[in-house]
């Protein structure tokens, strides 16, 4: 509910503008028209309201409905019976009544489509069968020099602020693309790349010291006994756990490294341009600076990583290969005593 009513004002404030413009130029267009027929001055009176007095009050009756989204809908289906009943006020004199009607349309077509098209169309018969009854049905076929001058604004202007609002309405879709994009990469718990979107890059990174002959290295780190600390201290220490080990990652990697969360209580980072021995100093300080993490609700706690490190090498035949390798590494420490790095056996190389 709160959504629809949040897009509802939104609807509401996009065409309260338009709607100031457009009823104002059609108020300019209908006089023209209607001047010479002599009308009584209840109608004058309606014409100015509907002209510069209805916009303000469709803006309020939106914003103050439970569903301004519904309101507003309704709110166009009264511009309709308006627009209907002043074509046939003005005898349907044909361009003053065509653009007024046009118009309407438009606005129709572009809040709703076809379905709010077709019920604007039945809502200005309704105000033209209105007008009728009043007024009698009869067709002006003249066209009068001060009627195509009194047009033109509703012509030029009313265009440029509907599409005024189409291009900032592009804007903002753009903008939540945008925002749509960068979420569907995100983990949402660490705020670091996703599984998906960390293995995307690596492909990447893997053609690219392929084809460059660049180097880079890549970590693969995994809490120490995480299942128990879930089982033991509940899932939201957990969470914490797993939100402090990213942002020691931020605070210790550059700023074109790449950091992920690539399962539960896995992490894994890309190092471009790093050497294998940088990497593995690297990983060092973060594995201890990571044990020195407290909760100030669970002093017991006690937490520590394992790592495994692989460089790139030409002979890898594709990303999964570099990945195995730092998989490789990464099990190894787990199995020769857990809070330690070990490095790629192709290097032949371990540290403790």
Not at 37 to 53: H, N
Not at 213 to 233: R, V
Request: proline residues 3%; hydrophobic residues 45%.
């Amino acid at each position: 509910m709160e959504n629809r009513q949040g897009k509802g004002l939104s609807f509401a404030r996009r065409l309260y503008k338009p709607r100031i413009i457009g009823a104002a130029m059609c108020c300019i267009s209908v006089t023209a028209a209607l001047y010479p027929l002599g009308m009584p001055g209840w109608v004058w009176a309606l014409l100015l309201a509907s002209g510069f007095a209805w916009p303000h009050l469709a803006f309020q009756l939106a914003t103050r409905a439970k569903f301004p989204y519904n309101a507003e809908r309704r709110n166009l289906m009264y511009d309709a019976v308006l627009g209907g009943f002043w074509a046939t006020t003005l005898q349907f004199t044909p361009l003053i009544s065509v653009t007024l009607l046009s118009m309407i349309a438009m606005n129709s077509v572009a809040a709703g489509g076809t379905h709010l098209l077709l019920r604007g169309l039945l809502a200005q018969l309704l105000g033209a069968g209105v007008a009728g009854l009043i007024f009698g049905l009869r067709f002006n076929p003249d066209v009068r020099l001060v009627e195509v001058y009194a047009s033109l604004p509703m012509l030029t202007l009313y265009p440029m602020a509907i599409g005024m609002v189409c291009y900032q309405l592009a804007i903002k879709l753009s903008e939540h693309k945008r925002t749509l994009s960068a979420l569907s990469r995100i983990d949402s718990l660490t705020g670091l790349l996703n599984h998906g979107s960390w293995k995307d890059l690596l492909n990447l990174k893997f053609h690219k010291c392929q084809q460059q002959q660049s180097h880079a290295t890549i970590a693969l780190i995994d809490i120490d006994h995480f299942k128990q600390i879930n089982d033991t201290h509940g899932h939201i220490v957990g969470d914490a756990v797993l939100r402090q080990l990213s942002l020691e990652l931020r605070r210790n990697l550059r700023d074109n490294d790449l950091a992920g969360r690539y399962g539960g209580d896995e992490f894994c980072v890309i190092l471009p341009q790093m050497s294998l021995n940088k990497a593995v100093h690297l990983m060092e300080h973060l594995r201890e600076t990571f044990s020195d993490y407290r909760n100030a609700h669970i002093p017991e706690l006690r937490v520590s990583l394992s790592i495994g490190v692989a460089d790139f090498q030409p002979e890898f035949a594709d990303a999964a290969a570099w990945l195995n390798a730092a998989d490789r590494a990464l099990y190894a420490a787990k199995h020769t005593g857990r809070n330690r790095v070990g490095v790629s056996d192709h290097r032949l190389a371990c540290t403790a």
